[in-house]
């Protein structure tokens, strides 16, 4: 067939490319089964520098001290239910500078005296502050509006205005529209606290089991009262609660 006179070859123009032979496949298919294992060490060299950065901001912040808080850690996980208790209890424990704190309930006073007594047997456990209740094991809805009301309560702290104030010190823990208040802080900054979280929806009452860090009183564990009478009227009153002593 004679050639076009007119044509021109497009200087872009280039030929297909040759189809693999078998050596650059066997080296695709290599390639291919090794990239997971590589990605799973990339995430985990990742992951763990993250988290090593993570827990260094936590300690800078916190006040308990690095031992405090692993301490804490321990103390709840052998604080978990033991085997049959989920039928008579339904109990929260949170640790704070080996304070520990119950809630939650028992369907008889056997029931929650036995999980008192077991958790205050703990290692390194120094004080039980028990607000188990009596009576039936909360219901799922009122499980959600507790962690509504927790969450509404974390987020209130941010308008705390102390200079050197830092929310992350303060654990929240809500039980039925009890907010319990767990940390080492100032009298001005715990008495800030109970200010904002005592008008947050939901919440009937705010407990203080706070560990006050002035010069006074650093090494006590309290678990005080905010002020029996609103600032408004209709607001939450806010009371204390128990602090049992463990053996």
């Known amino acids: 067939m004679p050639k076009d006179p007119f044509f021109r070859p497009d200087p872009f123009d280039r030929p297909s490319s040759p189809r693999p032979g078998p050596q650059p496949l066997i080296a695709f298919l290599a390639l291919s089964l090794a990239l997971p294992l590589l990605q799973g060490c ?8 993250v988290g090593a950065a993570v827990g260094a901001t936590v300690m800078v912040r916190d006040r308990r001290g690095q031992d405090a808080v ?5 103390i709840e996980f052998k604080s978990r239910d033991w085997p049959g208790a989920q039928t008579r209890c339904q109990v929260a424990v949170n640790s704070y500078n080996r304070l520990v ?6 369907k008889d006073e056997a029931a929650a005296t036995a999980y008192a007594e077991r958790v205050s047997k703990v290692p390194k456990v120094r004080r039980v502050v028990d607000e188990i209740t009596i009576g039936p094991l909360a ?3 009122r499980q959600s509006e507790d962690t509504l009301i927790t969450s509404r309560a974390k987020l209130s702290l941010v308008n705390v205005d102390i200079k050197g104030f830092d929310p992350t010190r303060v654990t929240v823990i809500t039980e039925s529209g009890i907010v319990y208040l767990m940390g080492m802080v100032t009298n001005e900054e715990a008495e800030a606290a109970v200010e904002q979280i005592r008008y947050v929806p939901g919440v009937v009452k705010v407990v203080k ?8 009183s650093a090494a006590d564990a309290k678990a005080t009262a905010a002020p029996s009478t609103p600032a408004n009227p209709g607001l939450p009153e806010e009371t204390g609660g128990s602090l049992a002593e463990a053996p």
């Open 139 to 141: 219901s799922m809805n």
């Open 70 to 74: 692993i301490d804490d850690k321990e």
């Open 209 to 216: 089991v706070f560990e006050i860090t002035n010069p006074s």
């Open 101 to 106: 704190l119950l809630t939650g309930q028992c």
């Open 42 to 49: 990339a995430a985990a060299l990742i992951g763990a520098g």
